[in-house]
């Protein structure tokens, strides 16, 4: 007798974890704080998609870092990424068109647009891009911080984002630090930026 007891009580237990989750909403509007809070060096670390081109495409990513440089004037980041693909540093230096009202960033790579919906968990040490989410099968989310390792607080956090989503957990593709090989190339852009700054100065002390 206790049976369909026992049935319906596990059947409610889907609905009540969906309830228990903290699921990030999207950040509408963006605002010159919202772009602020993102602007400086991040670092990909990992991403789920149902998208069959965009999982692809994150495959082939063994590590990847950038800088977020917004223009609040112009609703534009400038981005300068530093990715690890196979053997070789890939660099991109690319523009993203900022939506305000609708929360979204666009990119435009080979002739066509790719949008995401910006996440900000409440740790301000991350963000997360989602797209596709209305569409279940082709959903996706990707995770960024700070820093090349995450604490098990923040990670959390993305996988409880990617159950909101009916994302799987076995589905998220990492990167590793390890096998980053752009930290040469870095240093030398730095450094080639340093002396492009120094020889401003010294112009403008001329003038």
């Not at 495409?57 to 196979?86: L, Q």
Request: glycine share 4%; hydrophobic share 30%.
């Amino acid at each position: 007798m206790a049976l369909p007891w026992v049935l319906a009580v596990l059947s409610l237990l889907p609905l009540l974890d969906a309830q228990n989750l903290t699921c990030t909403n999207f950040t509408v509007p963006i605002t010159n704080a919202t772009l602020d809070q993102i602007s400086g060096k991040w670092f990909y670390i990992a991403s789920a998609y149902h998208d069959s081109g965009y999982k692809e495409s994150a495959s082939k990513y063994k590590s990847s870092f950038f800088y977020m440089t917004p223009n609040h004037t112009e609703d534009t980041i400038w981005v300068r990424e530093y990715s690890t693909i196979g053997d070789s540093c890939i660099y991109e230096s690319s523009h993203l068109t900022v939506y305000r009202e609708n929360g979204t960033l666009l990119k435009h790579e080979n002739g066509q647009g790719y949008f995401g919906h910006l996440m900000l968990p409440k740790d301000r040490r991350t963000f997360m891009l989602a797209t596709f989410p209305e569409d279940p099968l082709k959903r996706g989310l990707s995770f960024y911080a700070d820093k090349p390792e995450v604490t098990p607080e923040q990670m959390e956090q993305f996988y409880e984002d990617l159950r909101c989503r009916d994302i799987r957990k076995s589905e998220v593709l990492y990167t590793d630090k390890k096998k980053d090989l752009c930290k040469p190339l870095e240093e030398q852009h730095e450094e080639e930026r340093k002396k492009k700054n120094e020889s401003a100065k010294k112009d403008t002390a001329l003038d």
